[in-house]
């Protein structure tokens, strides 16, 4: 069975920085793709960052020079670094891994204060 770890989140201040985990237990995760979702209150899940089996990463526009993914195939694990942090980005961070079939990692809560 698939598990997804996150850890990492927390509560910051404007302008500080995150770095988040997701330890991945899977074979074979040198060839998923991996993504960062986000869902603040009342709003839908929103795509943060995506990188594939071959290392290229995509954003959305609004963490772009903000958000940096990335990943350690030696240890199972995707991180998302997320600097020059804003109240906007207060949501829960979900993991996901793409490996044929989709998985979901359980969420961490990032806060933002102003």
């Known amino acids: 069975q698939v598990q997804l770890v996150e850890s990492g989140g927390g509560l910051v201040q404007a302008g500080g920085s995150l770095r988040l985990s997701c330890a991945v237990s899977v074979s074979r995760f040198s060839f998923a793709a991996m993504g960062w979702y986000r869902q603040a209150p009342g709003k839908q899940l929103e795509l943060v960052a995506i990188?594939?089996?071959?290392?290229?990463?995509n954003y959305a526009d609004s963490v772009k020079g903000r958000f940096a993914i990335s990943r350690d195939n030696a240890k199972n694990t995707v991180y998302l670094q997320m600097d020059s942090l804003k109240p906007e980005d207060t949501a829960v961070y979900y993991c996901?891994?793409?490996?044929?079939?989709?998985?979901w990692g359980q969420g961490t809560q990032v806060t933002v204060s102003s």
């Open positions: 990188i594939t089996s071959g290392g290229s990463a």
């Open positions: 996901y891994c793409n490996l044929q079939y989709g998985y």
